[in-house]
């Protein structure tokens, strides 16, 4: 008996699944191929969020050029059975990896950093307690850390501490980390910054790099606007050469140990070689970690001939030569704080 040719339909079927295996095929060879990766780009940092599905984890990864497919990617996982229970965390991977290297990463937690953003003008406390928290270290180890003698006698810094010589930066750390490399790793950053012709220029206006970090740290706690930083950096350096008091409140704030919204009069009694209102001279050390600009700030200081300024509260300050002037100056700026607390006064309390 003649079998009967196939209908039109069972032919586009045919067809179909025909195209489907093609299609099949093709995106098995390319997830293989793509899989492939060598790993040799530059390393990139990709955050998985707790609870991430392997379809966020795998556009993050498409984003940062880990690897090339999001969609080919979770074939792959699919196909490897790897594509659940991922870790969370901030990875450190390179781009265009292999896609069997990715998945062992994700699932074994490997190449988890802690990304640790320092700010401009941040007390060791401040940096203490950052790192501490992100590397899951006590606070004592960080402050030990920072008083290493070897890394002190590197840096010749004449006091206890590392106080203003862990550079203001964001870091990557790997997970483990001890507060040893942490500090050890900001130190060199801050060797990096320092540049051959900064110590040259430190005989020219006849300061120690000591110096010029505790007056940039000074500069980075005044400043709010960028251009005043070589402005504020020569107010001091002038009072400097003409033996009168710095007066700078922020070395008060720090012997007080707290920072306070105004210096008040009682506060300038603080018994501390850090209170500029008694002690002559730059203080003893850094009371902070100063960024590159305040640094050149205080080795190229703008050539002005003011001694005085005042703070305005839009941030700027009004600079002046002589105490009369200075005086009007600050009957000026209270009036400008007066009204800014009036109309803060003024305003509805907002709902909690």
Known sequence: MRSRPPSFSNKRCIVSASRRARVVAAVF??????????GSGPAVRVTIPAGATMRVASDSLAKAGVIRSAALFRVYASLKRSDRGIKAGTYLLHRDSGWGAVLDDLHGGKGIVHVVTIPEGWALSQIASALASKLGQS????????????????????MPTLEGYLFPDTYTFADGTTARAAVDAMVKRFEQVWKPEWTAR?????????????????????????????????VYLNRLRDGMLLQADPTVQYALGKHVARVYYKDLEVDSPYNTYKHKGLPPGPIASPGRASIEA????????????????????????????????????????DSVDAVRRAEPARPK
């Open 139 to 158: 606070a004592d180890s960080v402050d030990a850390a920072a008083r290493d003698t070897a890394l002190l006698h590197r840096l010749d810094v004449p």
């Open 202 to 234: 430190l005989d020219t206006i006849h300061l120690s790099r000591n110096d010029v970090m505790a007056l940039a740290a000074i500069v980075e706690k005044e400043a709010r606007l960028a251009e005043e930083r070589p402005v504020i950096a020569a």
């Open 29 to 38: 060879a390319a997830s293989f191929t793509a899989a492939c990766g060598t």
């Open 298 to 337: 205080a080795l190229y200081p703008a050539n002005v001939p003011y001694k005085y300024f005042v703070a305005f509260p839009d941030g700027h300050h009004e600079f002046r030569g002589d105490l009369a002037a200075h005086e009007k100056a600050k009957l000026e700026a209270r009036k400008a704080w």
